[in-house]
C-alpha cells in the first residue's frame, strides 16, 4: 500500500530551519522493526507514526522513532506532528490528545487567520529531578572546564518531564559555543536514569542575537557517534519547569523564551510557559511555530 508523509520544520518560521520532523500519516500496519527502519531512512533526529487511538476519547496513538530506538515521548515529534493533522483538516481544530508510551500528550493549535502556524504541548508526566553529577563530569560530556558550569542555581542533574535529560547551566555563551561532545566522556556518564543525552543553557544572550531568555544546545547519540539536536522540546519543557521550580518566590505563569540551533546554523525559538500554584508545578507547556517542507508517498517492498 501506499503510504503518505510530510516533513515539517518545527520550531522556526522559516525554511531549513529549526529541528526538521517525518510524519508517517498511514501507520497502520507496520511493525515496530518496520518503524525503526523508516526512520533510519529518513535519518531526521526523529520520525513519527500516526496510528488509530486505542481510547476512541482521543486522537491518534504517536509512536516516535530516533535513528536509534523508540522514544516515549518528545517535543518537537508531538508539536509537529500536531501542526501536519491540524493542516490536513477541514478547519484546523482546537487541540489535540495523542496516546504516547509515557502517557497522554494534549497538543493545542496555535493559528493565524484561521490557518494553523504551530503547536504547543503539555508535558506528559511532573518533574522529576533525578542523579546529580559534579561540574568537572559535566563538564567533560561537553569538552569544557568545571569553570565554564554555573552551579549557583543547581548542580548538573537529570531531570525529566516526560523524557530525561542531563540539564547543566554555563556561565556564558562563549562557552556555549565552544562546547563540542567528548565520546569518552558520554560513555562514562550514560546511560543514566534512562537519559543518553545532555541539554546545555547560558542565561547570558548577547545583543545582536534573536532576543531570548536563554540559549541552549543539546548533544545525543545519532546514527554515527554523538551529534547535535538543533531544538529539543522536552528537554526545553524540563529546563523550565526546573527553573520555575528553583524560583520559590513565585506562583502564577511563567513564561521563557529559549533558542537553540543557532551554532549549527538551524535557529530555532520555543516558547515555554510553566503554571505554579502554592509553590507546586502544576503543568509543563513548550510549542512554536512549523513550517510544512516536503511530501510525498512509499511503498516497501513486499507490501501490497
Known sequence: MQRRYITVDVFT?????????????????????????IAVEFNYSETTFVLPPRDAANDAQVRIFTV???????????????FVLATQAKGPPARFLFEEIAGLVPVEILTEGGNAVGAELTAPQ?????????????????????SDINTARHKPQIVSVGLPFLMVELTSRDALKRAEPDAAAFARTFPCDGSDAVYFYTRDVPEGETPCDLQARMFHPGASGLSEDPATGSATAAAAALLADLDSTRDGELKLTIGQGVDMGRPSLLLTRVRKQSGAIVSAHVGGRCVPMMEGTFRLKGEG
Do not use: W, Y
Not at 68 to 80: K, Y
Not at 126 to 146: N, R, V
Open 126 to 146: 511532573p518533574l522529576k529531578q533525578l542523579t546529580q553529577f559534579s561540574a568537572e563530569q559535566a563538564a567533560a560530556c561537553i569538552s569544557l572546564t568545571a
Open 13 to 37: 518560521d522559516r525554511a531549513f530551519g529549526g529541528n526538521p520532523l517525518a510524519v508517517v500519516l498511514d501507520a497502520g500496519g507496520l511493525s515496530t522493526a518496520q518503524m525503526q527502519a
Open 68 to 82: 536509534n530506538r523508540e522514544l516515549p515521548f518528545a517535543g518537537h515529534p508531538n508539536v509537529g506532528t500536531a
